[in-house]
C-alpha cells in the first residue's frame, strides 16, 4: 500500500466514525416538515362535543394553534395541562384560536378523554385521516402555528412541555398577535 | 438463586478475558509456553461460564421466572414452550449472550484444534479474542444485563414480540451470528499474521474451512431471516432492503470476496495486504452490523430499542478494534511488498481481481444506501428512504457482472488464457444462453431484468455442466464405468473444486428463484363476503367460512378458503387473522399451498365487524428455488469443508 | 316477439337461481392504488411502504389515494400531493434531483472507477512480468487428461 491508499483509508475510517458518533444524538424518526410558510390547508370537521361543523375558514385572519391529539396517546396526556395553559395565557386575545384535532380515535373515547382532563377550546374530528395527512402528520401529539395570512409558520412534533411551551408562547404567538412577523424555524 | 449464580459466572468471565489479554501479552514477552497455556485455560473457562450463564437464563425462561426483568419482558405464561427457549435471544441483552458465548465456543474449539499445529499464533489468538469477548461482555454486564431482577415481581410477563413467535425464529440468530462470529478467528489469524510479521500463506491455509464455515452460516441465517419474513410479515416477499437485513449482507458481500481471493494468494501467492484488508473489513462489517442494529442510529422494522450511551459505548469499543486493526495493516503494509506477477489480464487472477472489485462495489453500494440518509441528515437537515426500488435498480447490474464472472472465473486458467481455449471452453455457454433467451422469449417473457438473468445463468450453468461432464466422461473412459461413477470419481478426485461448483449452482438456482418470484409476482387484493370467490392465475379461491379459534396465547378469525384449479377443489387455505392476547397485537398469519413450481400464498389481513373479509393472493413463481438454492449452496460448503485433506494442505 | 315469449323469459328471470358466488375482482382503482401505495413509505412504521403496512396511518394514506383518483387525480399528481405533505421522506427511493444524483450513480461510477484503476494495475503487472517461454497450446482434451494425471497421483 502507498501512501495514498493508507491516507484514503484513515480519512474513510475517521469520516465514517464522526458519522455514527454524530447520528447517535439524531433522532431517526426525526422528519423535517416542508410545510412551513406554505398555505394551511382548509378543512371541516364536526366538533368532538357538540357535533357542529367547524372549519378552517372560519378563523381567517387569526392566528391559530392547532393541536393534533388522540386519546390513546401518552404524550398528549403529558401535554394536556401546558396545553390549557396555553390557552389560559391568549384566550382573552381576539387574535387568537385554538383547536384541538382528534386524531384516529373514536368519538366516545375522545370524549371521555376530554370529560377527565378538562376542554376549554373546540376539536374537530378527523374523520378519515385526510386532514392529518394534509398537514404531514405522522403521529399525535403535533402542534402547528398559523398566522393571520393563513400560512403556516411553526410545527413541532412531541408534547409541548418545559422549554418547548415557552419557545412556542413567547418566541412564535405572542409575536405573531402583535403583528411583527418574525422566522421561525422548526426543530 | 439460578439466575444469580449464572450473573455472577458472567462477571468471572469477564475477569478472566482480562486475564486472558494479560497472560496473552505475557506469553509473547516471557516467551514461556506456560503463559499461552494458562491463556487456553482461560479461554475454555470463559466457555464453561458463559455456558452456566446461558443456561441459567434459558432456565429462568423454562421456569418462567418473571422476577427476572428481561424473561418478564420477553415472556409469558402462556407463551408456548418451544419459543420460551428462543425467547432467550429474543431481546437485545439475551441475544448479545447468545453471541458473546458462540464466540466463546468458537474461540474455544479454535484453541484446542490449532494448539499443536500453531503453537505461535496461539498467544495472538488468545489475546484477540480475549479482547473481543471482554468488549461484549462489558457491554453485557454494564449496559445491557439479562440477569437483572425486577421488584415487585410482576403476576405476568409482556411477552414475546409476536412476530417472533415463529419456528424460523428459533434458527435464525443463532445461524446468523453464528456467521458474524464465525469469522473472527480468520480475523484472529490475520491480526496475529500482522502482529508477529509471519505474514506467509499460512494464516489463509488454516483458516480455511472455518472461513467457509462462518460464510455457510452467514448464508443461512440470512435465508432464515428471508423465509421469515416471507411468511410471517405477510405481505409476500422475502427481502425488503431494511437496515437490518442489509447489516448482515454486508460483512455476506465481502466475506465472499474474501473466499475467492485467498485462492489467489494460496495459488500464486499474491495479494497478502489485499486479503488482510478483506477479512478485517468481513469482521468489521459484522461489528459495525451489531453497532447499526443496537445503537439506534438507523431505525428499522428489526431494531432493538436502544439508548444512546450504549450506542455510544459499543461505537467505541467497535471503533478501536477496527481502528486497531487498521492500525496494524496500515504499519505493515510497508513491509508487504508481495511481487506480483502476471502473464496475462485474461487468466484467472485477474478474473479474480475483477470478481472482488464487484463485490465490494456491490457491498459499497450497500452501504451507501444504508448510510445515506443519516449522511444527509447530518449534513443538511434533509431526509429520504433509500427502499427497494433504490436497491433493486442499481443492485442488478452488478449482480449480473458478478454472475457473468462466474461462469468464466473457474474456467479460465490460471497465469494465461489463450483465445483458441476462450474458443473452445466458452462458445457452447454462450450460445446455450443465447437459445434460452430465445426461448424465453417466444414463450413471452419479455422482462428486460428476465431475460438478461435467463442469459448469464444458462451461461454459468453450462460452463459448469459442461467441464464436469467432460472429466466425467473420461473418468469414466478410464476407469471402464459408467458416466454416473465417473462422475463421482471426478468428483471426489478433485474435492475441492467440484463442490465450489456446487455453489455456485446453488447460487445459479438462487437467483432462477429471486428473478422468477420478484419479476412475475402476482398480486390480487379483494374484499368479499363468505361464498363469494376471485381469481388469480389458474387458481379460484373461495372463501367457504370465517370461524374463531384460539391457540395457546392468541385468538384468531380464521378464513377458510377452498382452492380450485378449474372444477377441481385442490386444496384449502387458512390464513389468520391473530390477535396475541398479552399484548394485544395483530399478526397476518399467511397460508401457503406449494406447487411444483411456485407458491399459491395467501393472507387474510383484514375482517370487517359485518363479515367483509379482506383477502390478499400472491402468485410467487419459482420461490421454492430462493431456498433450494440455498440448501444446495450449503451442500457445496459442507462437501468442501469435509473433503478429504491433502498432503499439501 | 310476441308477448308470450317476453313473458316466458321474465319468469324465466324471476325462477330464483341456485345460489352461485359472487365472483369478486380488482377494480382498476384498486391497482391504481396499489401501484400508488407501493411507492410511498409508511411514514410511522419504517422502512415499509403504505401498501405493505398494517398501521393505521397506512390504511387511511391509502384511503386518501383512493379518493384522490376518484377525483380524477393522476399517479403523479397524488404522488406529488404527498410529497408536498410530507417532503422526500415519503418516497421510496431518493428523488433523482440534486445531491441525490451522487447516489444513484455511486455504485456505477465505483465500478468504472475501480474498474479503470484494476485495468491499468494490472496491464502494468503483466508487463513488469517476464513473458514465460511461449509453448504451442495444448488440445484441451490433453489438457483435460492432464489434469486427471495429476488429481489421481495426489
Redesign the interface.
Known amino acids: 500500500m502507498n501512501k495514498g491508499w493508507q491516507l484514503t483509508l484513515i480519512l474513510c475510517l475517521i469520516g465514517l466514525f464522526a458519522l455514527f458518533y454524530q447520528g447517535l444524538w439524531g433522532d431517526p424518526r426525526h ?5 412551513i410558510e ?1 398555505d394551511a390547508p382548509n378543512f371541516e370537521g364536526p366538533d368532538v362535543e357538540t357535533g357542529q361543523t367547524i372549519s378552517l375558514d372560519q378563523f381567517k385572519g387569526k392566528v391559530v394553534l392547532l393541536n393534533f391529539w388522540a386519546s390513546w396517546c401518552y404524550e398528549c396526556k403529558v401535554e394536556h395541562k401546558s396545553i390549557l395553559q396555553l390557552h389560559q395565557l391568549f384566550k382573552d386575545n381576539p387574535d387568537f384560536v385554538m383547536l384541538g384535532v382528534n386524531y ?1 380515535d373514536e368519538l366516545p373515547d375522545a370524549q371521555k378523554y376530554l370529560k377527565e382532563y378538562g376542554s376549554t377550546f373546540s376539536h374537530v374530528r378527523d374523520l ?3 386532514l ?5 402528520v ?2 399525535v401529539p403535533e402542534t402547528f402555528v398559523i398566522d393571520q395570512q393563513g400560512k403556516i409558520r411553526h410545527k413541532w412534533v412531541g408534547p409541548i412541555t418545559g422549554e418547548v411551551y415557552t419557545n412556542i408562547t413567547q418566541k412564535v404567538i405572542a409575536p405573531l398577535l402583535n403583528a411583527q412577523p418574525t422566522t421561525t424555524t422548526t426543530s | 438463586m439460578i439466575i444469580e449464580i449464572g450473573h455472577f459466572s458472567t462477571i468471572v468471565a469477564l475477569v478472566l478475558s482480562v486475564f486472558g489479554m494479560a497472560s496473552a501479552v505475557l506469553a509473547l514477552q516471557t516467551r514461556n509456553p506456560d503463559w499461552a497455556r494458562s491463556g487456553r485455560m482461560a479461554i475454555t473457562l470463559i466457555f464453561v461460564l458463559l455456558g452456566v450463564g446461558m443456561l441459567s437464563l434459558v432456565y429462568a425462561f423454562i421456569i418462567r421466572d418473571f422476577s427476572v426483568l428481561y424473561v418478564a419482558n420477553n415472556s409469558n405464561s402462556k407463551l408456548p414452550f418451544f419459543y420460551t427457549v428462543a425467547a432467550v435471544w429474543g431481546g437485545h441483552e439475551g441475544s448479545l449472550l447468545l453471541w458473546v458465548f458462540i464466540l466463546s465456543v468458537f474461540s474455544t474449539l479454535a484453541v484446542w484444534l490449532h494448539w499443536r499445529t500453531q503453537p505461535a499464533i496461539m498467544p495472538y489468538l488468545i489475546g484477540v479474542e480475549s479482547a473481543i469477548i471482554f468488549g461484549f461482555l462489558c457491554l453485557i454486564i454494564f449496559l445491557s444485563s439479562p440477569f437483572e431482577r425486577l421488584l415487585p415481581v410482576p403476576l405476568d410477563g409482556k411477552d414475546l414480540n409476536p412476530l417472533l413467535q415463529d419456528p424460523a425464529m428459533v434458527m435464525h440468530p443463532p445461524m446468523l451470528y453464528m456467521g458474524y462470529v464465525g469469522f473472527s478467528i480468520p480475523f484472529s489469524f490475520a491480526m496475529a499474521a500482522l502482529f508477529s510479521g509471519r505474514l506467509g500463506e499460512e494464516w489463509i491455509k488454516v483458516t480455511q474451512r472455518w472461513s467457509m464455515f462462518a460464510w455457510m452460516c452467514l448464508t443461512t441465517g440470512i435465508l432464515l431471516g428471508g423465509y421469515w419474513a416471507y411468511y410471517e ?1 405477510g ?1 409476500g ?1 422475502y427481502w ?4 437490518v437485513e442489509n447489516a448482515s449482507f454486508m460483512p455476506w458481500l465481502v466475506g465472499t470476496a474474501y473466499l475467492h481471493s485467498v485462492l489467489v494468494q494460496e495459488k500464486r501467492k499474491m495479494f497478502k495486504v489485499w486479503n488482510l484488508f478483506l477479512i478485517i473489513v468481513t469482521f468489521s462489517l459484522s461489528l459495525i452490523g451489531t453497532f447499526l442494529v443496537r445503537s439506534g442510529v438507523l ?3 428489526h431494531s432493538f430499542a436502544t439508548d444512546p450511551e450504549r450506542g455510544l459505548y459499543i461505537l467505541i469499543f467497535v471503533g478501536t478494534v477496527i481502528g486497531i486493526a487498521f492500525g496494524a495493516l496500515i504499519l505493515r503494509s510497508n513491509k508487504l511488498k508481495s511481487q ?6 485474461i487468466s484467472r487472477e ?1 478474473i479474480f ?2 470478481n472482488n ?2 463485490f ?3 457491498a ?2 450497500v452501504f ?2 444504508t448510510l ?1 440518509p443519516l449522511i ?1 441528515e447530518t449534513l ?1 437537515d ?9 436497491y433493486n ?3 442488478m ?2 449482480a449480473l ?1 458478478l454472475l457473468f464472472l462466474m461462469g468464466i472465473g473457474p474456467y479460465i486458467p490460471w ?2 488464457a ?1 483465445v ?2 476462450l474458443k ?2 466458452f462458445s457452447t455457454p454462450l450460445l446455450a444462453g443465447a437459445v434460452i433467451v430465445a426461448l424465453l422469449f417466444v414463450t413471452g417473457i419479455h422482462n428486460l431484468y428476465a431475460l438478461a438473468g435467463g442469459y448469464v445463468v444458462t451461461f454459468a450453468g453450462m460452463a459448469i455442466v459442461l467441464d464436469f461432464g ?2 466425467s466422461q ?2 469414466a473412459q ?1 476407469n471402464g464405468s459408467n458416466i454416473f461413477q465417473g462422475s463421482l470419481a471426478a468428483f471426489t ?2 474435492q475441492r473444486r467440484y463442490a465450489s461448483m456446487l455453489t455456485h449452482i446453488g447460487v445459479l438456482v438462487l437467483v432462477v428463484g429471486i428473478i422468477a418470484s420478484t419479476v412475475y409476482q402476482t ?7 363468505v ?5 388469480i392465475g389458474d387458481y379460484r379461491m ?1 372463501l367457504a367460512k370465517i370461524h374463531e379459534v384460539a391457540g395457546g396465547n392468541w385468538n384468531a378469525q380464521e378464513g377458510v378458503f377452498q382452492v380450485f384449479k378449474g372444477e377441481d377443489l385442490i386444496t384449502e387455505l387458512r390464513p389468520q387473522k391473530r390477535i396475541y392476547s398479552a399484548t394485544q397485537t ?1 399478526t ?1 398469519e399467511s397460508a401457503i399451498y406449494a406447487t411444483n413450481m411456485g407458491h399459491v400464498f395467501l393472507t387474510m ?1 383484514e375482517v370487517s365487524e359485518d363479515g367483509v373479509a379482506v383477502a390478499r393472493g400472491v402468485l410467487n413463481p419459482l420461490v421454492l428455488w430462493v431456498w433450494g438454492g440455498g440448501v444446495i449452496m450449503g451442500l457445496g460448503v459442507i462437501l468442501n469443508i469435509l473433503r478429504p485433506r ?3 494442505e | 316477439m310476441s308477448i308470450r315469449l317476453t313473458w316466458c323469459l321474465a319468469a324465466l328471470l324471476m325462477i330464483p337461481l341456485p ?1 352461485s ?6 377494480t382498476d382503482v ?1 391497482i391504481q392504488v ?1 401501484e400508488i401505495a407501493k ?1 410511498l ?1 409508511c ?7 403504505i ?2 403496512s ?1 398501521a ?2 397506512a390504511q ?2 391509502r ?2 389515494i383512493r ?1 384522490r383518483i376518484a377525483l380524477g387525480h393522476s399517479t403523479e399528481e397524488i404522488r406529488a400531493y ?1 410529497l ?12 433523482k434531483h440534486g ?2 444524483w451522487l ?2 450513480v ?3 461510477l ?2 468504472v472507477i ?2 479503470f484503476f ?2 491499468k494495475e ?2 502494468h ?2 508487463r ?2 517476464p ?2 517461454p511461449s509453448q504451442p ?1 495444448p488440445p ?2 490433453d ?3 492432464k ?2 494425471e495429476r ?2 497421483k ?1
Open positions: 422528519i423535517p416538515t416542508v410545510l406554505t384516529q378519515k385521516g385526510q392529518a395527512i394534509d398537514y404531514g405522522y403521529g | 410479515l405481505w416477499g425488503g432492503w431494511d437496515p431505525t428499522s422494522v506480483v506477477e502476471m502473464d496475462s489480464l485477474s481481481l475483477f472489485l464487484f465490494l462495489v456491490a459499497a453500494t451507501l444506501g445515506y444527509l443538511q434533509a431526509k429520504v428512504t433509500v427502499g427497494p426500488p433504490y435498480a442499481v443492485f447490474p452488478i457482472g497465469r494465461k489463450s483458441a481455449s473452445k471452453s467432460k472429466i473420461l473418468y478410464r478426485a478433485n398480486e390480487k387484493v379483494v374484499s368479499m363476503r361464498g363469494d370467490e376471485f381469481e373461495k395483530p397476518t389481513p491433502k498432503k499439501e | 345460489l358466488a359472487a365472483v369478486q375482482d380488482e384498486d396499489r411507492t413509505r411514514t410511522v412504521c419504517q422502512t415499509e411502504n401498501w405493505e398494517g393505521p396511518l387511511q394514506m384511503g386518501v379518493d404527498f408536498s405533505r410530507y417532503g422526500d421522506y415519503i418516497l421510496m427511493e431518493p428523488p445531491v441525490n447516489i444513484w455511486a455504485p456505477f465505483l465500478l475501480g474498474g484494476l485495468y494490472v496491464t503487472w503483466v513488469d512480468t513473458t514465460p497450446e484441451l482434451d489438457e483435460a487428461r489434469r486427471i488429481e489421481l495426489s
